[in-house]
Every structure is written in structure tokens, then in C-alpha cells.
């Protein structure tokens, strides 16, 4: 067996609880780079807090885009892999950094230029433009390390080395607590840069990630000019665009349907926006442990299906989702009574805090099936039919959650948008988990022939 060939053997369940636990510290170190930021600047103030509220979304969108190309590489690398393909698997993988490569360079000089008018669009006022200006103008020239480096960091967890990716990610994140009160408060020769601070110590952060992830790869042998065959280049982009599209615009879903939540927010006033936007930071708290054995499932999927073990990845579904769904309910309780108490370490605004608390208490409890209706998607783009998993964010996002939040708008209800978000979850979940049922027992029948 390959070295690379990592997710084919073993028991299922023991595999999916220490890669989980593998992944800990690097899906904290995810979580801890919005924590940090939305930290120290709060220290600056409502302004710039609300600042980061409306960059949210935005950079969700652009993330989305990076995300859905890393997916269209990782995927049938992980496919290449399960089969014991490993030099078609290099050759994918240099040829889709390339392509990334490029992708992000347009997006970054093209952001870069339209910043007053995207903002514009998510009714951002001239009072808080300057501070959204700052940030995105440093984040936009760092687009090319941070979609290297998320890419890079799946095709290290593909290659069958989790643990290295959690290093890496958990380096970034202790880089970037030390550099964002300097960059952002000055010190030591270095002068106070504010907003812009913030955003400078994470593209550095991930320069630094990006390195890291690089060197494993080229000692994996997946990474290599070499491995570029230029008569090939066009069909290994193709492979990966017929994956990246459908991924592509089903990550989408979520950026676009938090635009148009903010926008809808920002009909509340700022401190409604800024409120939103920390609460949103704490609660991705919640999903640290979903996350941490979500970002295995696709490349664990992926190389079971190139091996062509099907009754493996019937046994992820069946493990996965009641495993996530017990976690989460037991979250929920737990931000239902301590909700009031964590919201102190974002702001001392008493009209803040009451909003975050809501939120919190509201949403928490449809937390377990919106992750079985994210780790859905997961199943379907491993098991090579994206546009399965486009389908399901459509309905979670255009179907439900914008008319749920368009109807809140119509009765002026902060807390009817809240009440609207926990039945979206909800209702997308149960969806998700009955037609991936579907999908692991019709591949587990083919085990049978």
C-alpha cells in the first residue's frame, strides 16, 4: 500500500476519531484566526467591529471560490490515491495549484479595484467605508497565499497526513495572535496600523502556512514543475473545473445567503450588525469538533470510492452523522444557559450583548443537522457527483433560509430572523441525511454483487 494511500484500511470508526483528533488543534487554530481578529479589533471599537461585520460575507464569498477549487483538485487526487495512481495524482496536483494560482491573482487585483462599490451593495455607510477600505485592500493582495495555502492544506490531508496539517494550521494561528496586537496597537519600532493590522498579520501568517504545506507536498512527491505535462494541462484543468463549478457554486450558497443576511441586519441598525457578526465568531466555536473530522470526510469518501470500497463509506454516514448530531444537541444546552456570560468577551454594550445572547439561544439547537447537511455535501462531491451537493446548499440557502429571512424582514423581528435561521437548519439537515442514506445504501449494494 502507498504511503499516501492512507484511508483505505482499518477500522472506520477508529480511523474517523483520530483524524478527528488529529485535527483538533488545526480546526481550533481555523476558528482562532476569526476569534483573534474580531478580539483585538473590538479593543479599536464599534466602528471598526462593525467594519469586520461587513467583510464577513465578502470574504466568505471569495473563500468559497478558493474552497470550491481546492475541492476540484483535492478530490480526484484523493480518487487517484485510492487507486494507487500516485503519479497521475502529482500531476493533478501541480497542474490544480496552477490554475489556482491564476484564479486567485484575478480575484485579488479585481477586489482590490472595486471595494467602494462592492460595500455599497451590502449598504455599508461612508462612516464605517474607511475602516472596510483599510482591511481589504492588504486582504485582497494576500488572495494568492491563502488560496494556496487552503488548497494545500487538503491535498496534505488527502496524502494521508492530517497531523501535519493541524501543525501547520495551529503554527499560523499562534504566528498571527502574536502579530495581530503588535501590527494593530505598534510596538517595538512597529507603528499602530489599526484595521489594517489586523488584516496584514494573517496574510503573513498564512505566507507562513503556505511554505510549510509546500515543503510536505514536495517530499510526498505531489508536487513538482515536472509533474506539469503541458500536453495534459487542459484535460487535469478540466477534471478539476468539472468537480471545482458544482462545489464552487454550492459553497456559494452560504456567502450569498450571509450578504443578504447582513444586508437584511443592517436594516436593524449597527449594533445589530456588529453584534451579528460576534456572535457569529463565537459560534463557530461549536463546530470545532464537526469541523475537525468534517475536513477528513471528503478525502476519506474520496479514496473508498477510487478503491472502490463502498461498504467503508456507508459506515462514515452511519458513524458520522449520529456522532455529530449528539455533540451538537449537547453544545446547544450549553450555549442556551451560558450564553449571557460569553458574550463579555466581545463587547460591554449592553444593546450588543442582548442581541448576541438571542442569537445564541436561538440558533444553537439546529447546530447538529446543519452539519449533517454540510458533512451531506461532503459525501456526495467524495463520492463524485458535486452537483448533488450544490443542490442541497441551493435549498438550504435560496429555498429556505432567504425567504425564512425575507419574511423576518417583512415583520421588522430581529428575533423571527434568528427563529427563521433555526428552521432552515433544521428542515436542510433532515433533507441531507435521508438522501445520503440513499446514496451509501445503493453503494452498498454494488458491495453485495
Known amino acids: 500500500m502507498s504511503g ?24 481550533i487554530a481555523i476558528s482562532g484566526y476569526n476569534l483573534a481578529d474580531t478580539f483585538f479589533v473590538s479593543q479599536l471599537g464599534k466602528l471598526p467591529l462593525a467594519a469586520m461585520g461587513f467583510t464577513f460575507p465578502v470574504i466568505m464569498l471569495i473563500g ?85 495555502m487552503m488548497a494545500g492544506n487538503d491535498l496534505v490531508i488527502a496524502s ?28 517595538f519600532g512597529v507603528p499602530a496600523m489599526g484595521i489594517e493590522g489586523a488584516a496584514l498579520a494573517t496574510v503573513l501568517s498564512q505566507l507562513a502556512g503556505l511554505a510549510a504545506v509546500a515543503a510536505i507536498l514536495r517530499r510526498k512527491r505531489l508536487l513538482a514543475l515536472a509533474a506539469i505535462v503541458r500536453e495534459k494541462l487542459l484535460l487535469f ?7 471545482a463549478i458544482p462545489s464552487m457554486i454550492g459553497m456559494l450558497m452560504m456567502p450569498i445567503g450571509s450578504c443578504v443576511l447582513t444586508r437584511i441586519v443592517a436594516e436593524f441598525g449597527n449594533d445589530a450588525v456588529a453584534a451579528t457578526a460576534a456572535a457569529g465568531r463565537l459560534e463557530i466555536i461549536a463546530f470545532i469538533f464537526p469541523m475537525a473530522l468534517g475536513i477528513s470526510l471528503t478525502p476519506m469518501v474520496a ?32 450555549y442556551f444557559v451560558f450564553a449571557p456570560l460569553l458574550v463579555r468577551f466581545f463587547s460591554d454594550d449592553p444593546e450588543v450583548m442582548r442581541i448576541m445572547v438571542l442569537y445564541l439561544r436561538i440558533i444553537s439547537f439546529g447546530f447538529g443537522l446543519q452539519e449533517i447537511h454540510r458533512f451531506s455535501g461532503f459525501f456526495y462531491t467524495g463520492c463524485n457527483r458535486p452537483q448533488v451537493a450544490a443542490w442541497l446548499n441551493a435549498l438550504r440557502v435560496l429555498g429556505l433560509l432567504i425567504p425564512f429571512s425575507l419574511l423576518a424582514l417583512l415583520f421588522h423581528s430581529l428575533p423571527l430572523l434568528f427563529v427563521g435561521r433555526l428552521l432552515t437548519d433544521v428542515l436542510a439537515g433532515t433533507v441531507g441525511w435521508l438522501l445520503t442514506l440513499r446514496l451509501t445504501r445503493q453503494l452498498l449494494s454494488r458491495d453485495s454483487l
Open 160 to 187: 494521508g497526513s492530517p497531523r501535519a496539517t493541524s501543525l501547520i494550521m495551529l503554527g499560523g494561528l499562534a504566528l498571527n495572535v502574536v502579530l495581530d496586537p503588535w501590527f494593530i496597537f505598534g510596538g
Open 4 to 27: 499516501n494511500n492512507h484511508f483505505t484500511s482499518g477500522s472506520i470508526g477508529k480511523m474517523m476519531i483520530r483524524t478527528a483528533i488529529a485535527m483538533l488543534p488545526g480546526t
Open 64 to 148: 468559497c471560490v478558493f474552497r470550491g477549487l481546492g475541492i476540484g483538485v483535492m478530490t480526484p487526487v484523493a480518487h487517484a490515491l485510492g487507486g494507487g495512481k500516485e503519479r497521475k495524482a502529482a500531476s493533478l496536483v501541480s497542474s490544480g495549484l496552477l490554475l489556482i494560482a491564476l484564479v486567485s491573482v484575478a480575484i485579488g487585483i479585481t477586489g482590490s479595484l472595486t471595494i467602494p462599490w462592492t460595500f455599497r451593495q451590502f449598504n455599508a455607510n461612508a462612516e464605517v467605508m474607511p475602516y472596510i477600505s483599510d482591511y481589504m485592500v492588504i486582504w485582497y493582495l494576500g488572495c494568492l497565499t491563502s488560496s494556496l
Open 237 to 243: 484543468w478540466g477534471v478539476v473545473i468539472r468537480i
Open 303 to 334: 479514496q473508498n470510492f477510487g478503491a472502490r470500497l463502498y461498504h467503508r463509506i456507508y459506515d462514515c454516514e452511519r458513524l458520522s452523522f449520529r456522532l455529530i448530531l449528539l455533540f451538537e444537541l449537547g453544545v446547544a444546552g450549553l
